[in-house]
């Protein structure tokens, strides 16, 4: 769910998936990296089933040059992340080094092997793309690891609900292009003098110190 926030220069409303999504919208187009480049919209218009049936493999693959709705997860998860109220499973969550496979081969319920999965790859992307101070340097690190978490998550979501479905596509299409949307979310961070970079920007001592006096202001509110 969005939350509304204000700009404290502007004093402007906005809300946090629009303000994401023109980010990372703004971060595809300015690096050259504009959504549906490779995808023919009328490749199946008004064609025959016999030829949709021939040329399937074709049709897939025009499928996921489709990006729109990678867009849209990568916009709602980050999202979801700034919301206080977003909760995650983090018993599931290993570090860079480690691999949710040794956690998910102990599960039976495709569901959960699904979740162990998803939330290791979304760790993954948005950590290399965003929030690892290492980030710039770290080039094409954990790449692999990424696309394959995101590949196993779609398999297991498919068997979870007995085919394909949106989400399972969005998955498939970040398994196959991880390295780029990392790309996007860097060159997102790295054009930003503000919200991305924040971190960046201070020692950790300073930033803890400004944690510590938010909590004060924001219980005189309550």
């Known amino acids: ?4 926030f204000i700009y404290t220069d502007s004093l402007e409303t906005d ?14 187009i300015d690096n050259n990296q504009p959504s549906n480049a490779e995808y023919d919209p009328i490749l199946e218009d008004q064609r025959e089933l016999e030829w949709k049936e021939a040329h399937w493999k074709e049709i897939k693959n025009n499928d996921l040059n489709y990006e729109e709705d990678i867009n849209q997860y990568i916009t709602i998860s980050l999202s979801e992340l700034v919301n206080p ?4 499973n983090s ?4 570090n860079t080094s480690s691999d949710a496979g ?3 081969i102990n599960l039976d319920n495709a569901s959960d092997i699904y979740q162990v999965f998803r939330v290791n790859a ?3 992307l948005f950590y290399l793309g965003l929030f690892s101070q290492n980030s710039n340097i770290l080039g094409d690190a954990y790449f692999d690891k ?5 590949n196993s998550a779609a398999c297991s979501l498919k068997r979870a609900r007995g085919g394909r479905s949106g989400l399972s596509d969005v998955l498939e299409k970040l398994a196959l292009k991880f390295g780029k949307y990392v790309e996007i979310l860097r060159y997102m961070k790295n054009r930003s003098s503000s919200f991305f970079s924040f971190h960046f920007q201070y020692k950790s001592e300073e930033i803890n110190a400004f944690q510590k006096q938010l909590s004060v202001e924001c219980q005189k509110r309550k």
Not at 1 to 4: F, T
Not at 146 to 150: A, D, E, I, K, L
């Open 15 to 28: 809300t946090t998936e629009s303000y994401f999504s023109n980010h990372f919208l703004n971060a595809r």
């Open 85 to 88: 109220k977003f909760t995650t």
């Open 122 to 124: 979304d760790f993954l």
């Open 1 to 4: 769910m969005p939350i509304n």
């Open 146 to 150: 990424g696309g394959s978490y995101y």
């Open 102 to 104: 040794k956690i998910a």
């Open 91 to 94: 018993s599931y969550l290993v």
